[in-house]
């Protein structure tokens, strides 16, 4: 299983940036995907997960209403649409298989002015 994060970066608060995480190793549409994060000083936190056909999103409240997960079952690749960044956002995100221990290197998300 290999995990590949994308597109985090410095962002002003109110801003959007959208991840990627491109995967290999397994076969993609059969496994619900998730986005974690995990800031200096703080354990890992859930974010977000997807079904495996895309159906079916959750999300953590902190999060719901302002970020948006998806996935193309065609690239192998799981995204996460943020808009409205706040500091609080900032951190180190990753993206995970479901039932998977694997983890990507991961993107740094920095929400400031």
């Not at 800031?39 to 953590?60: D, L, Q």
């Not at 998806?70 to 995100?93: G, W």
């Given at each position: 299983v290999?995990?590949?994060?994308?597109?985090?970066?410095?962002v002003?608060?109110?801003?959007?940036?959208?991840?990627?995480?491109?995967?290999?190793?397994?076969?993609?549409?059969?496994?619900?995907?998730?986005?974690?994060?995990?800031?200096?000083?703080?354990?890992?936190?859930?974010?977000?997960?997807?079904?495996?056909?895309?159906?079916?999103?959750?999300?953590?409240?902190?999060v719901?209403?302002?970020?948006?997960i998806?996935?193309?079952?065609?690239?192998?690749?799981?995204?996460?649409?943020?808009?409205?960044?706040?500091?609080?956002?900032?951190?180190?995100?990753?993206?995970?298989?479901?039932?998977?221990?694997?983890w990507?290197?991961g993107?740094?998300?920095?929400?400031?002015?």
């Amino acid at each position: 299983v290999l995990l590949v994060e994308s597109g985090g970066g410095l962002v002003q608060p109110g801003g959007s940036l959208r991840l990627s995480c491109a995967t290999s190793g397994f076969t993609f549409s059969n496994y619900d995907m998730s986005w974690f994060r995990q800031a200096p000083g703080k354990e890992r936190e859930f974010v977000a997960r997807i079904s495996s056909g895309g159906s079916n999103t959750y999300y953590a409240n902190s999060v719901r209403g302002r970020f948006t997960i998806s996935r193309d079952n065609a690239k192998n690749t799981v995204y996460l649409q943020m808009n409205n960044l706040k500091p609080e956002d900032t951190a180190m995100y990753y993206c995970k298989v479901a039932g998977f221990d694997n983890w990507g290197q991961g993107t740094q998300v920095t929400v400031s002015s």
